[in-house]
Each structure stands twice: as structure tokens, then as C-alpha cells.
């Protein structure tokens, strides 16, 4: 734990997959033409091919390219477009993930002018790394919100990308009558009739030819239509037929239309996202600092706007809760089952107590291979936690047929040591062996199981040999701690074999005050379930 809070161990909730392929999204200006799109596309394009060539170069001596190829399209509206980039299958790039080919193909690309969105998107099965919505009534308080969100989070080295959804669309023209305008009788309604008719045209005839009924409009020739200024100088007639420049009855301001304008719960909402832009970037120390340290610095300035987690903190946020509802009630009834095949809760509770120590294994195996342990490392935890407990089981359960043949207890230790090394030794090499060819897979696939091969081969390896010895070392002291209890309740002294629940004669003990102990130790043992849930949900 100490290692991880240090960050020596690295640790995030979900993990970074390597896929053959991502895409790069490009969002100009609402109304942008095609032709400047695919302008963009093209320039992208030509980044990405320098980048193979010098990474082709670079690894694999000329003979391979990194970019197989690459797919462009435009849409779904004219002022957007895409690129698909294939890449090398992953069990032949090795160690050229993703994230290092974008970053070539940026140096090469440099700034693009022009664009609304540049986004590189890497393709996460778990959700945006960073997705942050900001929820406000006031509109201009919550695009103040969203800018400095943005500002603070490009000043993280390890984001990239960092985008919003508030789009703006086609450039327009708000107009607002004058107090004068409105003293003279005009209205807003009424002035744009006039200004509808005299650019857009109106309908003032329709002439019977043969057949066809045609259609007489009338509207300023394309010259007196075709500025501002020219709007200003259009004749607005009044009431009283004066004849007066629109200029002098409105304001003009021009500004960018919305396209999509979203709501939660009644609220409008912007949401912010990010990418990281390394492979070793824990994503939940990101959004752990961003959640401590920059929103209660935006929250203050704009104290009307509210804030929400999405993508993989959301995620992340409702597993734990899951896991922390689900996981205590799991433990304590492996443990009464323990309890029940035992007829001890000293022993149960030994077996519980060997758990912890495969996690020394599980924070080497992924410091060592240099992965940060995730959500699916804990899925392969689970799995050594039932290794573990097997092992404990049969050493356990031997050790109490030599009790139940009348043997003594040190004797019964030593010969359940002898005959149980080979077995459990058997078991842990067998299993690591097999799980070695996942743990030197390198395809997309393989990702997904690596962290869990991660956790079981390497926990089992240490807790084989913290096994061995622990469980007889817990053995005499448990025996120890019931001998002392026995001897103050009695006042007599017995043999260490017979406090043990197995023996075959009459047992002594003091159940009094091992019923008390137990309802401790239950308590204690749930307290530290729910403290290892926490302390975990702040690592990861």
C-alpha cells in the first residue's frame, strides 16, 4: 500500500488497451465547405505517412510500415470529417503503442488553423478518461465555467485533446429594435417581414402559362444584397409611409448560432473531456487532483454552476460502490463456511489472515512488468484469493486428521509440512507455467487477461512460501493463545492437542471466552474489509 500511495506502484481503474486502429475526428466551422475538410484530412494525411516512414525506419529497418493504411471520409454534415488509421497487428509493434504513434504524427502535423476539433481518438472500452460535465442555468456563467476548466487542464502535461461539447454554428445576425424604432410604431415582427421580402424576396404575382402556373417574386438585385451595409441602408416604411434606413430603427450584432444545446435533470450542460496522452499517466490520480484541486478553484468563481463526473470516473465511482456493498457480505460467508467445515474459528480465521500477504506478490508483478494494477487485476485477485484459500484448506484440514488420529501437535505440524510441500508447490508452478504464454501475448485480446495472469502468477508465487510457513507458525500461536485461555478459566494446564477442535478425546477449552473473541475478531475483520475498499477506491 505504501509503495502505491508513493506512486512506485502505479495503480488505475481501468486499463489501457492497445487496439490495431484509431481515428482522427476534424470538426470545422458550422458551414465550412467540403473541399476545406477535406483540405484538413489531407494535410493530417500527409503528417500521418511521414510518421510511418519514420518509424518504419526507425524500428523495423525499412521493411514494415506501423500505418498499413488509411481510410478518410467527410460527414455525416459538410463540415465534418474523419480518418481512420490501421495499424500493425500489436503482436508485431511490440512496444509502439498508440499514444507514441499520435505523438509522431503531431510533430509532424503541427498547428491546424481553422478547426473547431482536432481529436485523436485512442478507443477506450471503458469511457473518455476524463469527462467532466458542467451544469448551469446561466448560460454565460457556465461558458466562464468551461474555459477555465479547459485552461487549467491543458497545464496537466500528461492530457491531451482536451475538448468541449458546446459547438457553435453558422455565423447570424441578431437584431434588436431602437427605442426610437419603437416610439415610431414598429415592431420586431414587423421589421423582419421587411427584410425577409427584401433579401429572401416575397411573392407578388402568379401568371397562367398554358398549363404552368408561374410565380412572380421580387426582391434587391444580388448587388444591394450582398453585405452589411447594405442591410443597414435598406427603407423601412412607417406607418405614415415615411421611408426610413434600417440602420437608424435596430442594432445589428453579429454571432454564432447554437447546433445542439443538451439538458440533465433540467439543467444545461457542457461536458469537458480529455485524453491522456502517455501510457503510464494513472488516470485516477488525474481526476482525483482535478476533483481536489482545479474544480473547487472554478466552483468558487462560478459558484452557480454544478459539477458531474462522467466516462471512466463515473465507472469507476459505481463499481466501488457495488464492490462495497457486495464484498464484505461474500467474505464473512466464505468465512462461516470455513467456520462450519472447521468447527473452529481460530482456524478460519488463519486462513483468512494468508490473504493479505498475496497482495506483496500481485504490487511486485506489476511493478516489475511495469503495468498499473486495475480493475482487472482485482478480477485475477479474486481468483488467488480462492488459490490461496484452497491451499490453506488442505494444509488445515490435514493437519487435523493427524490431530484426530491422537497425534501431538507438534508432531501433526511437522508431518501435515512434509506432506502438504509438494502438493501445494505442485500447484503453484503448475499454474504459473501455464499462465507465462498469456503474460507473453501481446495481441489486443490478451490485454484484457494479462492483468489478471499479472495477479495470480506472481500473488501465488509469494504466498506459496508465506503459506508454508505462516500457516504452522499461526497454528502454534493460535494453540498457544487457547492454552493460556483454558488454563486461566480452569486452572489447569493441558496438552497442546487437546484445545484443538479435532481431538479425539475430551476437549478443553474456554468456549466462553472464545465465543467473546470470535464476535472481536468478526467485527474487526469486517472493519478492515470495508478499510481495505476505501484505501483501494483512493489508489485506484
Known amino acids: 500500500i505504501g509503495a502505491m500511495q508513493g506512486g512506485i506502484i502505479k495503480g488505475t481503474f481501468f486499463p489501457s488497451v492497445q487496439q490495431d486502429n484509431f481515428s482522427v475526428t476534424v470538426e470545422m466551422p ?298 464484505p457480505v461474500i467474505l464473512l460467508c466464505m468465512l462461516f463456511v470455513i467456520i462450519l467445515t472447521f468447527s473452529s474459528v481460530s482456524q478460519a480465521l488463519i486462513v483468512f489472515m494468508l490473504i493479505p500477504f498475496g497482495f506483496i506478490g500481485v504490487g511486485f508483478g506489476h511493478w516489475w512488468i511495469g503495468s498499473a494494477i486495475s480493475l482487472l487485476s482485482f478480477l485475477g485477485i479474486i481468483a488467488l484469493v480462492g488459490i490461496l484459500v484452497n491451499d490453506a484448506l488442505v494444509f488445515i484440514s490435514t493437519f487435523n486428521e493427524y490431530i484426530k488420529k491422537g497425534t501431538p501437535f507438534k508432531e501433526a505440524l511437522f508431518q501435515t509440512g512434509i506432506s502438504r510441500f509438494r502438493p501445494i508447490l505442485l500447484t503453484t508452478v503448475t499454474t504459473v507455467a501455464g499462465l507465462m504464454p498469456l503474460l507473453l501475448e501481446k495481441s489486443v485480446q490478451a490485454q484484457f487477461l494479462i492483468p489478471m495472469a499479472i495477479s495470480v502468477a506472481f500473488g501465488l508465487i509469494v504466498a506459496t512460501f508465506v503459506l508454508l510457513v505462516m500457516i504452522p507458525a499461526l497454528l502454534v500461536l493460535s494453540n498457544r493463545i487457547k492454552l493460556t485461555t483454558t488454563f486461566f478459566w480452569t486452572g489447569v494446564w493441558h496438552e497442546a492437542a487437546q484445545v484443538e477442535p479435532h481431538y479425539p478425546g475430551e476437549r478443553k477449552h474456554a468456549w466462553h471466552i472464545t465465543f467473546v473473541l470470535a464476535v472481536i475478531v468478526l467485527a474487526v475483520l469486517v472493519g478492515l474489509v470495508i478499510l481495505a475498499l476505501k484505501v483501494t477506491q483512493g489508489i485506484i
Open 30 to 327: 458550422s458551414g465550412a465547405r467540403e473541399d476545406q475538410v477535406a483540405a484538413v484530412l489531407e494535410k493530417i494525411e500527409t503528417a500521418a505517412m511521414l510518421a510511418n516512414q519514420e518509424m518504419k525506419d526507425e524500428f523495423f529497418g525499412g521493411e514494415k510500415d506501423v500505418i498499413e493504411f488509411i481510410e478518410k471520409n467527410i460527414g455525416p454534415t459538410s463540415y465534418q470529417g474523419n480518418l481512420v488509421l490501421y495499424l500493425l497487428e500489436g503482436e508485431q509493434r511490440d512496444s509502439i503503442y498508440n499514444r507514441k504513434i499520435i505523438g509522431r504524427i503531431k510533430e509532424k502535423l503541427g498547428k491546424v488553423h481553422g478547426v473547431d476539433k482536432l481529436a485523436f481518438g485512442i478507443g477506450g472500452f471503458f469511457g473518455t478518461p476524463v469527462s467532466i460535465s458542467l451544469l448551469g442555468n446561466n448560460g454565460e456563467e457556465l461558458l466562464g465555467a468551461v474555459e477555465m476548466l479547459k485552461s487549467e487542464l491543458q497545464k496537466i502535461s500528461d492530457l491531451m485533446d482536451i475538448q468541449d461539447s458546446n459547438r457553435e454554428g453558422l455565423k447570424e445576425l441578431s437584431i434588436e429594435l431602437t427605442p426610437a424604432a419603437e416610439n415610431l410604431g414598429f415592431t420586431l415582427g414587423g421589421v423582419m417581414r421587411y427584410v425577409r421580402q427584401g433579401f429572401f424576396g416575397a411573392e407578388i404575382q402568379r401568371l397562367q402559362r398554358g398549363q404552368d402556373e408561374v410565380k412572380v417574386w421580387v426582391r434587391y438585385d444580388l448587388k444591394d444584397r450582398s453585405s452589411i451595409q447594405d442591410l443597414l441602408k435598406m427603407r423601412i416604411r412607417s406607418a405614415s409611409g415615411q421611408a426610413i434606413p434600417l440602420g437608424q430603427l435596430v442594432t445589428i450584432r453579429p454571432e454564432r448560432g447554437i447546433v445542439a444545446i443538451n439538458h440533465i435533470n433540467g439543467q444545461r450542460e457542457i461536458r469537458v473531456t480529455a485524453e491522456v496522452s502517455t501510457e503510464k499517466a494513472s488516470v485516477s490520480d488525474i481526476n482525483s487532483d482535478i476533483e481536489t484541486i482545479i474544480l473547487p478553484k472554478v466552483l468558487t468563481k462560478f459558484p452557480g454552476v454544478r459539477v458531474g463526473f462522467e466516462g471512466q470516473a463515473k465507472s469507476t465511482a459505481e463499481t466501488m460502490a457495488s464492490a462495497q456493498r457486495t464484498l
